[in-house]
């Protein structure tokens, strides 16, 4: 009966003239997500995406990876029939055949204008076919089932039930961005926002190994298998900090600390960043939400980046950045024990006010850049597909 998945986006359909451009990258994203299960084509229709199946087509991994995809707002299994009234009834008998008696309704949208029954008329038409066969109450408000028709140039389209897609813009459209993963709550979350809004990231992950056990990294690769679903393939760079930390602790005052850990790993993201292409930094950080993430430290840490510092958590609070990883599956992931690297040594009560001038001068002492130099030269990448 299914013989096409039905895709649906909302915000592509508002981009005026770079709207397909918008669409084409949609497509490619669709075509690389969904080879080799079964698709046949990927193509764009007249404000809608199909994709035409073949026979025992890998319906689950499709839907699954397609539920993920940024920028579909939803889509659905579905059957595409002629443009004919008499073949529009019997698939509307077909979906809804082996469903619990209830009431229902019938969606209709005329994408095809030239089609000569209006949605209203063809509705009613479909409609009462079902009813006739089935029984079942009409009930216009809330009913428990809609048999949605679209009808296209040369074709229409059956179905009943629609899976919600992530919605936002294709991956690739806005451009790359450095996203700094800790293996906590926020910063996946951070990295998500940001990947559905079309930007293409680059993970980046600081670990105290030897000083710490490796279990951050286990944590932060987990983490971004899960996230490369959404952006298809992705890389992972992990950065050795424990050498920065430990002339930290000989040469910074306790209480700064944690700005200086910032610093550094800002600088070490904006070198890596301009070497892979990216216009910005992307951070978990909260207004208010740790000491170090005070107003007059987040300026003072974005001192040390030349690119733009991207913080989409900024207003939350922790039980809605809580809800939204749980949503987006990196909750479980993030809550399993490790030693983050800014743990290591930190203070038990650190600045909440700090000023540039001062620690630039602190970091000149520890040569910076030399460190900064090292880090970047000793980071280790690794490459990640998720289809």
């Avoid at 790359?176 to 996946?188: A, E, H, Q, T, Y």
């Avoid at 990294?217 to 992990?238: E, F, G, M, P, Y």
């Avoid at 992307?282 to 001192?303: H, R």
Wanted: charged share 25%; with cysteine; proline share 6%.
């Amino acid at each position: 009966m299914f013989n096409a998945i039905l895709v649906h986006y909302q915000e592509l359909a508002l981009k005026g003239r770079n709207r397909p451009w918008f669409v084409d990258r949609l497509l490619r994203n669709l075509r690389e997500a969904t080879r080799g299960l079964g698709v046949t084509e990927v193509r764009a229709l007249m404000g809608r995406i199909e994709i035409v199946l073949a026979d025992g087509a890998d319906l689950e991994t499709i839907r699954r990876r397609a539920s993920r995809l940024f920028g579909i707002a939803n889509f659905a299994l579905a059957e595409r029939v002629p443009a004919d009234v008499a073949a529009i009834e019997e698939a509307a008998i077909r979906h809804t055949e082996g469903l619990a008696p209830t009431t229902f309704r019938v969606a209709a949208a005329r994408a095809d204008k030239r089609f000569p029954i209006p949605s209203p008329e063809l509705e009613r038409l479909v409609g009462s076919r079902i009813q006739d066969v089935r029984g079942w109450p009409v009930d216009l408000d809330a009913p428990a089932t809609v048999v949605h028709v679209e009808v296209v140039p040369g074709a229409a389209f059956c179905y009943v039930a629609r899976d919600r897609g992530p919605g936002g813009l294709p991956t690739g459209v806005s451009g790359r961005v450095v996203s700094l993963l800790s293996g906590g709550i926020d910063s996946p979350v951070a990295a998500w926002r940001m990947m559905r809004r079309g930007c293409r990231a680059l993970f980046v992950h600081y670990h105290s190994h030897p000083l710490a056990s490796r279990a951050s990294q286990d944590k932060v690769r987990a983490i971004v298998r899960l996230l490369t679903v959404s952006q298809l393939h992705s890389a992972l760079l992990l950065v050795p900090f424990a050498d920065i930390q430990r002339r930290v602790v000989v040469g910074v005052p306790p209480e700064l600390r944690v700005v200086i850990y910032r610093r550094f790993m800002l600088r070490i993201a904006d070198r890596l960043a301009r070497r892979a292409g990216a216009r910005a930094l992307v951070t978990g950080e909260v207004v208010g939400q740790v000491a170090s993430q005070t107003l007059d430290n987040l300026a003072t840490i974005d001192n040390a980046s030349t690119l733009p510092v991207l913080r989409p958590l900024v207003g939350m609070d922790k039980e809605e950045i809580t809800a939204e990883a749980r949503r987006i599956g990196t909750y479980e992931i993030s809550i399993l024990p490790e030693e983050d690297c800014c743990q290591v040594f930190a203070p038990r009560h650190p600045a909440t006010r700090s000023h540039h001038e001062p620690l630039a001068q602190i970091e000149g002492a520890l040569d910076a850049e030399a460190l900064v130099e090292a880090a970047v030269m000793a980071a280790e990448r690794e490459e990640y597909r998720g289809v």
